[in-house]
């Protein structure tokens, strides 16, 4: 489980450039599922890695998974010479994503994201059909209940069906 | 034709393409239009379908569209406010469970 709020906040608060992608980002476009943890793509500039890692520092972040007490020095130069983490914090699961499959990096995905007003900010967030094409880039199995969710959501937003109003 | 790992495939001609792959334009698509498509990601026209993907077909008829018509109802910071409810009601289940083995 994640605290959103204060991570979403305290990521737009220091500036950090982001885009929400994921299952939060699915649940922005209306999916049902619940999620535990938030999956960002962060611009690869130096400011912005350097901003990334000082927010992050407090939470105390640590690799997903790994054993307890194996080395992990967390600042910008890990980032820098990393690209994506799957990251336990004392907020919650945090997966950054220097890149996803079918998307890219952040400024190839920048005219793909929407601006949503949340917690009294402007957080940007995967447009749902360019959130369907990278689940289905990433062609994972256990995504593709997903991705059929998503489709349904796209198909509700045209507007629903005869047959499946009859429901 | 090497394209972006990707989400459109071309008209195939009866083939039976993997879901999500992309395939060499037709000679009903031109290569710079199938190009172009591919790099702007906008929708595609009626010649550049998403392939149909059965086992996604398959899941998508199980799913309670009422659900997700009732979401889209809701603001986006409801639907957020109801995953986080939702993640500490997971929380506090599996905390449960534990605390009874």
């Known amino acids: 489980m994640i605290d959103l709020q204060r991570v979403l906040v305290e990521l737009d608060t220091a500036g950090v450039e982001f885009i929400v992608v994921g299952g939060v980002a699915a649940t922005v476009h209306g999916s049902a599922r619940v999620t535990q943890d938030l999956d960002i793509v962060y611009a690869r500039t130096p400011e912005n890695i350097r901003r990334l890692a000082a927010t992050l520092t407090p939470w105390k972040p640590y690799l997903r998974g790994a054993p307890a007490g194996l080395p992990f020095r967390w600042d910008a130069d890990t980032v820098r010479q990393g690209l994506n983490f799957t990251l336990t914090t004392t907020l919650g699961d945090l997966d950054l994503l220097g890149e996803i499959a079918g998307g890219g990096g952040y400024d190839a995905l920048l005219p793909h994201a929407e601006t949503i007003s949340l917690f009294g900010r402007n957080i940007r967030c995967l447009g749902l059909q360019k959130l369907i094409a990278v689940k289905r880039a990433a062609g994972r199995p256990r995504d593709l209940e997903a991705i059929a969710e998503l489709e349904a959501l796209a198909e509700e937003a045209d507007g629903p069906s005869a047959e499946d109003t009859s429901r | 034709l090497v394209a972006p790992p990707g989400t459109l495939v071309a ?86 469970g534990l605390s009874r083995r």
């Open chain 2, 11 to 96: 008209a195939s001609g009866g083939r039976s393409p993997r879901p999500g792959t992309l395939l060499a334009p037709t000679s009903a698509v031109p290569r710079a239009r199938f190009e172009a498509v591919c790099a702007s990601g906008s929708p595609p026209p009626d010649e550049l379908k998403p392939a149909a993907d059965p086992v996604v077909e398959a899941y998508k008829r199980h799913i309670d569209r009422t659900l997700l018509r009732e979401n889209l109802k809701r603001s986006v910071e409801e639907r957020i406010e109801n995953l986080m409810r939702l993640q500490r009601f997971a929380q506090d289940v599996k905390h449960a």
